[in-house]
Structure formats: C-alpha cells, structure tokens
C-alpha cells in the first residue's frame, strides 16, 4: 500500500486548508478527508486511490441530526448511515430514506459508513477496481474495457461512450426523491447545491464525479420539510438477499387523493451513471388514477431513454417492473 500521513485535523477550517492544497478534488487528488473509510481505505488498499494526505474528519461536530426551524432535517456530514436509518424522525417522516440505507451493504459497514461519504462512494466497475486493467474513470484517456467487456452491472442511462459505469448508492436515490441539499465549506466559503446538480454525468470526463473542488467538505445534508400524507417505498432487487448492490432499485414518495396522483417523486438506482431521478416518470403519474395501469406508464416513461450494453438489456424491463411494484406498494400502504 501507497505510504502516507494521516492526519487529524483541529477543526474545519484546518481540514479545508489542508485539502486546499490538493490538485484535484478527485480521482488521484493527493489529499483525502476520510470519514468511515469503508470506500476509501478499501480503494487504497487496491492502490486505486493513492493519497498522500488522509485527513480523519471524525472529530469535527458534524455528527447530530437536528429539526430545522422550517420543519425539515439536518443531518451533519459525520453521521453514521445505521444512525440515520434509525433515527425516529427518519422512520417516521423520511421512511424511503431509511429503507434505502438500511437495504445497503452489511450492518457492519452501515455502522462506520458516513452521510458524507456515501455521498462520495465510487462505481464498483470491475475494471476501476482492478488497476491493471485500462479504465478512464481511474486514469483518463486509457479507455474502457467495460463497453466491449463485463458490462451486466452497469449502466443503462446516463453513459457516454467514455464510460458506463453507475453510481452504486441506494442513500442517494432515496435523497433524489426528498430533494436533499447538499451543504459545503470550501476554501471560498460555503454553497449548498440540490443533489440533482451534485453528481455529474461521466461525458468525457468521468473521472470528475461530482462538483467538488478541492478543499470542499461536505458539512451537512438538509432535507426540506415532509410531505404531508405522502407514501414512501424504496425497493431493491439484487442478486442476493443482502451486502450486495442494486441490479435495480427504485425510490418513490407519492401524494394521492381521492384516488388520484396529486405529486409524484421517482428515482432509480443500479441503472444510472449518477441516482436517476425521473421527471418524466413525474410528469407521467401526476393527475392520474392510481392503478397498476398508471404504475405501468410511469415506468415506460421512466426508461424511454434507456441504452442497453450487451449484457445488461435485462435491466430495462426490470426496472420498469421494479418501479411499477414499489409504486403498487406504495399506492396500497
Ligand atoms: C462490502 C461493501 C458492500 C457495500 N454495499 C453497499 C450497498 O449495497 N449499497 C450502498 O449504497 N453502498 C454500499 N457500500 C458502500 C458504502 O455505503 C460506502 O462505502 C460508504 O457509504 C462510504 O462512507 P464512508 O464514510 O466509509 O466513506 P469514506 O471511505 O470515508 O469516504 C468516501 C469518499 O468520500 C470522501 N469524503 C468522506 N467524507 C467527506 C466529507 N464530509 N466531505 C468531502 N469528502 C468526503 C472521501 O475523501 C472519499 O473520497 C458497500 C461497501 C462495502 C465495502
Ligand atoms: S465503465 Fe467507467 S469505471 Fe468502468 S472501465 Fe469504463 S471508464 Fe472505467
């Protein structure tokens, strides 16, 4: 393994400081913030990840779930995913959001895994993790064995003839369809960007995942106040029952009175280059009669822009029933 300093650093201010002087916010940058390091300290492990600097942000007070004075969640960067997932307010008013969590990875994992990192996690394309192997996530301009190759697990939207890998996340999708906020303290102070605009399409650069800089350190997540009577459901469909990732998966929070559809939230998971929220599949159930009809057409609307590789088309109908399902389970709970 690649040798390098760990550090502790004293408050934010000093772990931006220290991460500033990074060259990169990303793939290859030189200094780390470590929260679990159930993602990272494996990649380096693989020397996928060869930081010169790791700085243990698990000190610093981000670590509470607070109410925030318009109703909604604060959920500080340092905070376990099995914390989240258990937490009251969560299971009572966010419940896509704790089913996600808890459908992901082993209890293990889930109890040193952070909000912040999980936000950060990386594909688990073969290829990335497998440094003798080309790949243009990991080293740019190399190529992607994935497209001609192992392709079964990856991506059907979102890919760009660079790469097809997806986000492994199921905390995200469920984040996608409460409209979570990313909050972040960076080097020229703080901005908070919707997780629809945080992770970014791989186009020809899918080395760059998301739009952190360096220095940046996720602070906290907020999510706006809760949906009165809204119906939430994550599902996940995988090949084995647990600590594996999504084929498939689909979050859901619907509104419905007097038997129609008044708001509907979509997300996918598994399919996607980043967690795929679906507005057409929005636009398509909203206004409708809530049947297994409606549940249907969301679906088909969801993956009009779906492009298979050549061992994952099986996902395409998958998903689609995937999210028919978990919208049924929804529309009856
Ligand atoms: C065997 C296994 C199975 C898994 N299965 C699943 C699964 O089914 N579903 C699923 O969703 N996930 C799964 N995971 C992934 C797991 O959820 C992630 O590894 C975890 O969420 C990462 O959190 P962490 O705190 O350990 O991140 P770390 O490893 O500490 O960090 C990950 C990245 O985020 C950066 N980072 C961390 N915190 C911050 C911050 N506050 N600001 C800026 N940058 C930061 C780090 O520099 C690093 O680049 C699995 C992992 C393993 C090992
Ligand atoms: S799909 Fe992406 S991560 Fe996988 S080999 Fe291709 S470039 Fe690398």
Not at 31 to 44: A, K, W
Request: overall charge positive; charged content about 20%.
């Amino acid at each position: 393994m690649h040798i390098f300093e760990f550090i502790r650093p004293k408050d934010s201010a000093a772990a931006i400081a220290a991460a500033a002087q990074s060259k990169t916010a990303q793939q290859g940058a030189d200094v780390r913030f470590m929260g679990g390091g159930t993602t990272l300290i494996d990649l380096m492990k693989l020397n996928v990840e060869t930081p010169d600097r790791v700085l243990d942000i698990n000190r610093l007070p981000l670590d509470k779930i607070e109410a925030t004075p318009d109703g909604g969640l604060k959920i500080g960067a340092t905070v376990r995913n099995s914390d989240l997932a258990n937490h009251p307010k969560v299971q009572r008013d966010y419940l896509v959001l704790s089913q996600a969590i808890l459908n992901g990875a082993s209890a293990q994992i889930r109890n040193m895994a952070t909000v912040g990192g999980n936000l950060l996690q990386r594909t688990r394309c073969m290829y990335f993790r497998d440094t003798a192997m080309p790949c243009n996530k990991r080293e740019p301009g190399s190529g992607c064995p994935a497209i001609t190759g192992s392709n079964r697990t990856l991506a059907i939207l979102g890919a760009s003839e660079h790469c097809i890998a997806t986000n492994p996340s199921d905390m995200c999708v469920a984040m996608a369809v409460l409209e979570a906020t990313i909050h972040i303290q960076g080097s020229k102070g703080s901005r908070a960007i919707p997780i629809s605009d945080f992770h970014l399409l791989p186009g020809s650069t899918p080395n760059r995942e998301t739009v952190l800089e360096p220095g940046d350190l996720i602070t906290h997540v907020t999510l706006p106040r809760p949906i009165a009577g809204s119906k939430q459901v994550y599902l996940k469909l995988r090949d084995r029952a647990s600590y594996e990732f999504a084929l498939v998966s689909a979050a859901v929070v619907l509104t419905i009175a007097s038997g129609n559809i008044t708001r509907a939230r979509i997300a996918l998971g598994g399919v996607g280059t980043k967690p795929w929220r679906s507005p057409e599949a929005e636009a398509a159930l909203t206004s409708k009669v809530a049947n297994d009809a409606t549940f249907r057409q969301g679906a088909e609307a969801a993956l009009r822009g779906a492009k298979p590789q050549s061992e994952n088309g099986f996902k395409i109908e998958l998903a689609k029933r995937c999210l028919a399902y978990a919208l049924h389970t929804a529309a009856v709970s």
